[in-house]
């Protein structure tokens, strides 16, 4: 049964066009990549998952106190077991009715429950050197990654006619350079799916985890059937414009505003570029639309493209983020802030919130002696100062 299976899954003509098959990958005196050569980015995942810690310890901390990063201190919330008790099982944010049960319960005023609630919340929020030593960790990876790919590919026929990366398929030889830069990406890659769980929680946090397995499965895949060459002008083009993202990350918790904003222009052009043009005009159009021109079209050509085309989608909707952030902070000249982050909740925000519902229960105070004592159905209109 599970041989049976095994050939219906690895038949020559699910994975390679016509009149090629895995027998084309074992080529004599021929240096093809083989599915045992993949097990070498396990203990390279491994090395960067012990690494980071100490790059982050030992050099992301130094250099966020360097720049001047500073966390604002954060008051403790009382200690209150029925309150951290609402705060785990039920709700971090408490609507207004469970707020009054809740002060009831607890003898504090309702605005006291409001107060503990946001001193709570902003407890388990990640502090500005946590997420500093998270960018600066991604920033030295990407910028590393970027400039080795591009010494991997700047003499390569392909890297400039993106057509040649079919020339001989599937029997092209796979370079040393080739193989180090395929192994280093997945190897972060895995490393970055498995810590994702302790790293700072964004906004796009579902996306993200789509984005890093579609990477695993786009890298391994192209691996297996030797789309090396085209695997790797698609690494360096997503590589192209991380590195700065990361270090635009790194000036804004450092507040240097001018700079932050400075480096996020640059790299909304250069995102622009190489995801929304270049990645789907170029590189999608050299994987989709030429290769039907030489070849008929198989499953592994439709599930090679269609991983390309989710990765263009998750770009669409990160592109959306960036000019939404660039709309921001273009007119006023504030500083860029990320999108997908949670912001603390300041006092400021609170004393708000109070005025705001101590406004609407006296309008509602006035309203209940008009009408005998009684609240009235429709009584969402607020009074305007």
């Not at 994975?15 to 083989?34: C, I, R, S, T, Y």
């Not at 029925?82 to 605005?111: G, M, N």
């Not at 990366?165 to 040393?176: H, Q, R, S, T």
């Not at 059937?225 to 790797?232: H, M, Q, S």
């Amino acid at each position: 049964m599970l041989s049976w299976l095994s050939e219906r899954l690895w038949a020559d003509w699910l994975w390679f066009p016509e009149g090629f098959g895995w027998a084309d990958m074992k080529e004599p005196n021929v240096v093809l990549p083989q599915l045992q050569d993949l097990w070498a980015f396990i203990p390279i995942a491994i090395c960067f998952l012990v690494i980071r810690p100490i790059f982050e310890r030992w050099i992301a901390v130094p250099l966020a106190s360097l720049l001047g990063v500073r966390d604002k201190k954060r008051v403790s919330p009382p200690l209150n077991p029925l309150l951290e008790a609402h705060f785990c099982s039920i709700s971090k944010h408490p609507t207004q009715s469970s707020l009054e049960k809740l002060s009831k319960q607890t003898d504090y005023s309702v605005r006291q429950v409001q107060r503990w609630f946001k001193q709570r919340r902003n407890q388990d929020r990640p502090s500005k050197i946590k997420k500093f030593q998270e960018a600066s960790w991604r920033f030295t990876f990407y910028l590393f990654a970027f400039f080795a790919g591009l010494a991997t590919l700047i003499d390569k026929p392909w890297f400039y006619n993106m057509k040649r990366m079919w020339d001989n398929f599937p029997k092209m030889p796979l370079l040393e350079s080739q193989y180090w830069y395929y192994m280093i990406e997945l190897g972060f890659y895995v490393s970055l799916l498995v810590s994702v769980a302790s790293d700072v929680k964004r906004k796009d946090f579902k996306e993200q985890i789509v984005h890093h397995i579609a990477t695993i499965v786009l890298i391994g895949f192209s691996w297996l059937v030797n789309y090396i060459r085209g695997g790797t002008l698609i690494m360096l083009a997503h590589d192209a414009a991380d590195y700065l993202m990361e270090s635009a990350k790194m000036f804004n918790y450092a507040g240097w505003k001018r700079t932050c904003n400075f480096i996020f222009v640059v790299f909304a052009v250069v995102f622009i570029i190489t995801r929304l043009v270049i990645f789907p005009f170029c590189i999608i159009h050299a994987t989709l639309v030429y290769p039907l021109t030489i070849y008929k079209p198989f499953f592994g050509f439709y599930f090679f493209n269609g991983l390309l085309l989710l990765l263009l989608a998750l770009h669409v909707f990160w592109a959306a983020l960036i000019v939404r952030m660039v709309i921001k902070f273009l007119p006023g000249n504030d500083i860029v802030e990320d999108e997908r982050s949670d912001k603390e909740e300041t006092e400021s925000e609170e004393e708000d919130g109070s005025a705001e519902r101590t406004r609407t229960l006296k309008n509602g105070h006035k309203n209940g002696h008009i009408n005998n004592g009684h609240t009235p159905l429709n009584n969402n209109r607020q009074k305007k100062y």
